[in-house]
């Protein structure tokens, strides 16, 4: 396994953006796909986006709209969700997540075995 810890979280106006970063320690951090994901209150955990251990490789739920971007630099261990466009319903914590494959469209949260504590996003005017 290794360790993730978020960054990045704030509060930002409507429109605003918001860079979140993920930080792993531990094991080599290029040997996994990480993912991130978030969760609401009230809301169960939903998938927002993943890339593949070298970053080739990315998805994103749909309903993005093209908003956000992931992409990873494995020399510093991390990996970034770049929000665009932030709209008040992307309020929630975001947790990145690490898993030992990619697997693409076929998401599912058994596939991470190491999770961050998450970093609070809320967008309010």
């Known amino acids: 396994q290794v360790q993730l810890v978020e960054s990045g979280g704030g509060v930002v106006h409507p429109g605003g953006s918001l860079r979140l970063s993920c930080t792993a320690s531990?094991?080599?951090?290029?040997?996994?796909?990480v993912g991130w994901w978030r969760q609401a209150p009230g809301k169960e955990r939903e998938f927002v986006a993943t890339?593949?251990?070298?970053?080739?490789?990315?998805y994103y739920a749909d309903s993005l709209e093209g908003r956000f971007t992931i992409s990873r630099d494995n020399a510093k261990n991390t990996v970034y969700l770049q929000m665009n466009s932030l709209k008040p319903e992307d309020t929630a914590v975001y947790y990145c997540?690490?898993?030992?494959?990619?697997?693409?469209?076929?998401?599912?949260?058994?596939?991470?075995?190491?999770w961050g504590r998450g970093t609070q996003v809320t967008v309010s005017s």
């Open positions: 997540a690490a898993a030992p494959y990619y697997y693409g469209d076929n998401i599912s949260q058994r596939q991470y075995n190491s």
């Open positions: 531990g094991r080599t951090f290029g040997n996994f796909a």
């Open positions: 890339i593949s251990q070298r970053g080739g490789s990315s």
